[in-house]
């Protein structure tokens, strides 16, 4: 890929993106918090910080609670029944075809009756999302960068790339790797779609 075919505008334009992208979130959680969701104008950088401290610094429970979401999300993927099919050939990859178990709405039906149960009995109430966004959302911005690093050296390190154009901060913010897959109870769960569409969609909801 030549310089000039670069999308998002290069480099300068994948950083100006990682860091809007980690700001765009914390600032929408200070505003409902601080502004009932309007604009959010701290009085000083003191301020600021203050706020964020008390809103989003991650705490232990706010950890447990999203890595157990993402944990059971990824059994739930690996293990419930699903229509399976086959994706379309990758050029890069010798034209292979990935399987893919298409259960995410058994997935989904699962979780609300877990997430019921959970909160008629008292183990654990809807309302403690609520409760620890801000902390929720910071335990999820640092896993996600954590497993984006881990994701790109370990393509790197398995010659699994594609798409490489040298340019360091420019190759991690497009991904090198085409379809990242781990194994749960032996099973290869595709971690784009789970990020993507599972995670993400389950708690738009």
Known sequence: MGKEEKEFGGTPGAIGLIIFSHFVPFYFALSLQYSSGGLYFPSSFDTLLQNFKETCSPTWSA??????????????AATLPGLV?????????N???YTYNCNALTSWYVTLVLVAVLHLTGIIRLTILADQFGSVLCVAVICADILSVIIHFYAIQTKKTCRM???PIYDFFMGVWLNPRIKILGQEVDLKMLAEVRLSWLLLF
Do not use: A, D, M
């Open 63 to 76: 950890f447990f609670l999203y890595t157990g979401f993402c944990l059971l999300q990824l059994i739930f």
């Open 165 to 167: 154009t040298h340019s």
């Open 95 to 97: 034209n292979r075809q």
């Open 85 to 93: 099919i086959k994706g379309l050939p990758v050029p890069t990859e």
